[in-house]
C-alpha cells in the first residue's frame, strides 16, 4: 500500500509539473477576455473534460499506436525526454511556451472564441493542457508499469492534475492579482528544475535500453 501510494505521488508531481496548471492562466485570461464569467466556466469544463478523453485515449491506446507506425519504445523515451528537457528549459527561463501559444495567434483565437466558440479545444485542451509532452509521457510511464494498478496511477494523476488546472483557470483573475507575473514566473522556474530532472532521467533510460 505505501508502495502505491509513493508511486501515486510521484507520478501525481511528475505529470502536474508537465501539464502546468499554473502556466495556463495567463493563455486561458487572454482567451476569455472581455467575455462573462458563465462562459469562462463552460470554457474551463469543456477543456477539463476533453483533456480527460484525450488523456484516457492515450492511456489506453498510446501503446498500440506506437506499434501501428513501429516506432520503438525506447527511441520514443529518447525523444519524449528530450521534449521535456527543452520544455523544462523555457520554463527555467519563464520564456514563453511555444509548445502552447503564439502571441500573434490570440487575435484570432479571440476572434474564433465568439464566432464558433470551440476554443476549449484548440488551444486550450490541445496543446495548452494536453500537449506532446503529457501525450508522450503518458505512453512512456505506463509502459514502466507492469500492474494495472500501477498504470491506473498516470491517468488519474493526470486527470487530477487537469482538475486543478480547470479550478485555476475559472479563478484566474484572482491568481493573477495574488501572484503577479513574477510569482507565476517564480513557480515556473521551480516546476523547470524538476522538470529538467525528470527528463534527464527518462533520457538516460532510453539510451541504455537503446544500447543494449
Known amino acids: 500500500m505505501f508502495e ?3 508511486k501515486f505521488i510521484n507520478y501525481f508531481v511528475t505529470m502536474f509539473v508537465i501539464i502546468d496548471p499554473i502556466g495556463v492562466i495567463p493563455i486561458f485570461i487572454s482567451i476569455t477576455a472581455g467575455v462573462s ?3 469562462k466556466k463552460t470554457l474551463a469544463l469543456r477543456a477539463f473534460y476533453f483533456s480527460s478523453f484525450v488523456v484516457i485515449l492515450f492511456f489506453i491506446f498510446g501503446n498500440n499506436l506506437l506499434n501501428l507506425l513501429s516506432i520503438d519504445l525506447s527511441a520514443f523515451k529518447v525523444a519524449g525526454g528530450i521534449v521535456l528537457f527543452i520544455l523544462s528549459m523555457e520554463m527555467l527561463f519563464a520564456s514563453e511556451k511555444s509548445t502552447k501559444i503564439r502571441k500573434e495567434e490570440e487575435a484570432e ?6 464566432e464558433e466558440q470551440g476554443v476549449w479545444i484548440v488551444p486550450l485542451a490541445i496543446p495548452a493542457l494536453t500537449g506532446p509532452v503529457t501525450m508522450s509521457s503518458i505512453i512512456i510511464f505506463t509502459s514502466q508499469e507492469k500492474e494495472l494498478i500501477e498504470k491506473l496511477i498516470i491517468p488519474i494523476s ?10 485555476l483557470m475559472i479563478y484566474a483573475d484572482k491568481v493573477i492579482n495574488k501572484l503577479g507575473n513574477a510569482g507565476i514566473n517564480a513557480l515556473s ?3 523547470g528544475i524538476i522538470l529538467l ?4 532521467k527518462i533520457i538516460i533510460q532510453g539510451v541504455k535500453e537503446l544500447w543494449k
Request: glycine share 0%.
Open 109 to 114: 483565437i479571440r476572434e474564433q472564441m465568439l
Open 189 to 191: 522556474r521551480i516546476m
Open 4 to 6: 502505491w501510494f509513493s
Open 158 to 167: 493526470c486527470i487530477i492534475s487537469l482538475w486543478i488546472a480547470y479550478l
Open 37 to 39: 464569467r458563465k462562459f
Open 197 to 200: 530532472s525528470i527528463s534527464i
